[in-house]
Every structure is written in C-alpha cells, then in structure tokens.
C-alpha cells in the first residue's frame, strides 16, 4: 500500500479495531478516534491480539510491534481526520449520528476525502444528506472480520463523484481488499441480501420441520460451503451443468421457480435474464475451456480435503 496513505477510522468498536488492522498491515497510517476513555484504553491491546493471530499464521510482512507503531488512538475527531485520504466511520447504526458526524467532516476534511460508511444497511444518500459532503460519501461495508475477508462493497449514492469511487477502490485494493461496485443503492447492498436469502430459507426449514439447525448447517459446511470457499453460484451452477449456465437455467429453472413460489417468491428467471447471465459467464470462460475448468473445481476441492485430512492427523 501506498505508504504516505492516512486513514482515519471513527469508532474504536469491534469494526473500527478490524479495519485498523487491515490498513496498518499494508503500510498505511491510521488514527482511531474513540471518545470513551475505557475503550479507548482497550483498542490497541485488541488490534495487538489480532495482529498476533495474523502472525501465527505467517499472514504478516512485518512485525506486530512495527505494524502497531503505524496506529495513533486519538479523542478528537479533528485529531483523527487532519490531512487524511479517508475516512473510515465505524459508529453505531443510527442515522442521525452519522449525519452529526458527516456534517462535522465537511468541515474537518479536505475536499479530495473519501468519507466510507461501513454500515449494513443505511445507505448514504440517507446519512450524507444536507451534510456537504454527499458527493464524497459512499458505503464500504465489509465482511466481518474484513483483515480475513477481504470483500468489501462500496455503494455509492446517486450524487457520489466517480473520482471519489475510483480513490475508494484504489485505497481498499492497495490494502488487500477485493472491493465491488455496487451499481444502485439498495437495502442490505449484495453480502446481506445473498446472505439473507439462505437464512429466510434456513429458518424456514426448522419451522417446517424439513430439517434440523445442526444438519441445515452440515449442508452448507460439508456441501455448499466447500465450493463457496473458492467460487461462487454462478460459477458453481456453471460447472455443474455440461454446456455451462444456460443448460443448468433451462433444465433446473423450472424447479428453482417452484421452490420460490412455496417461499411467495415470485420473480422469474426470464429469457433475457438468463441470456444476461449467460453472456457474462461466457465472457469469463469460453465453453471450449469448461472441461479444464471442471478438473480446477475438483482439484481445489481435494486440495482442501488433503489439508483438512493432514491437519487432524498432525492434532492426533
């Protein structure tokens, strides 16, 4: 990462501390505001116990104690964001406290500023209104813990400028992210709405008496979980379909279509849909390559059975 890079993280809460760590790992300057003087105290003893985590496991370029001299606790928001690149706001979900804090920014920081909301489900067009400074503000909503998942969505509001966005992808891809754009504003962005979809069947399946929380979760540990570790759906469905997502849309899309009318789910996998889907798969991969593809898949996943294997003998 760009070491002459300044992020300011507000809120030394269990996020704050977690992007803490991921921006100081790769070289950044980071100041933590935290007003609580009993956090405060706690924030860098527990950035320091996930930084030797990290080292454990042979996941740092640079010692704990170099990476923790790159961090400052301050208690003035003034202190934190001088001459920051961005702002990383980490305070509780209530929009009337991020709009405080956002008109306060408008001031405290230059116009050149990113200012990212990790928020779940606010967009900032909501926190950023009538604040000065919507046109700098997008969210950045990791996954938790984000210095071991990388991902990290950034979602813009209809007046966030494209040099912002750009900045914000530089700033998370340099720390070691794999940031997304979100091309529309919506509640719960991508991680939660997919997330959300499995767990409303989940729960629906113990209400139903289909299956029980502990065999619901084995399906998705021991199953579906093995290929999400390296792939996601589209691909997954992509590769398990000889002639690729278009067989898998037209012999499996009626029963799919089934299932989510039993939910009230009554969105279709139309003809253009599918054929959109289709179109991006192929430009990720050319049908002539899908068998060598098919052997990746299988090869990744032994791979991940041999380590599992020789971890539990080395325990024994």
Known sequence: MDNQAT???????????????????????????????????????????????????GLLEDNVATITQRIQIVAELAEAVADADLVQECIPENLEFKQQLFTKLADLTEDTCVIASSTSFIPSSQSSADTGVADRTLVAHPGNPPYAIPV???????????????????????????????????????????????LRE???????????VEDIDTVVRDGLGRRWAFMGPFETVDLNTRGGIANHAKNMGPSYHRMGLERGDTSVWTTDL?????????QQLDLSDWEDRVSWRDEQLLARIAQQHAGTKESL
């Open 7 to 57: 992020i300011a993280i507000i809120g030394g809460g269990s996020i704050g501390v977690a992007f803490a760590v991921v921006f100081a790992r790769a070289g950044a300057t980071v100041r933590i505001q935290e007003p609580a003087l009993e956090r405060r105290d706690a924030v860098l003893p527990d950035i320091t116990r996930r930084l030797q985590t990290l080292d454990n496991h």
């Open 202 to 212: 989940a729960y629906a399946l113990v209400r139903d008496g289909i299956a029980s």
């Open 274 to 282: 599918v054929a959109e889907v289709v179109a991006q798969r192929r």
């Open 152 to 198: 990290i969505e950034l979602v813009p509001n209809p007046q966030t400028r494209n040099d912002i966005i750009q900045r914000a992808e530089q700033l998370y891809t340099a720390a070691g992210m794999s940031p997304i754009r979100v091309q529309q504003e919506i509640e719960g962005f991508v991680f939660n709405r997919l997330q959300g979809a499995l």
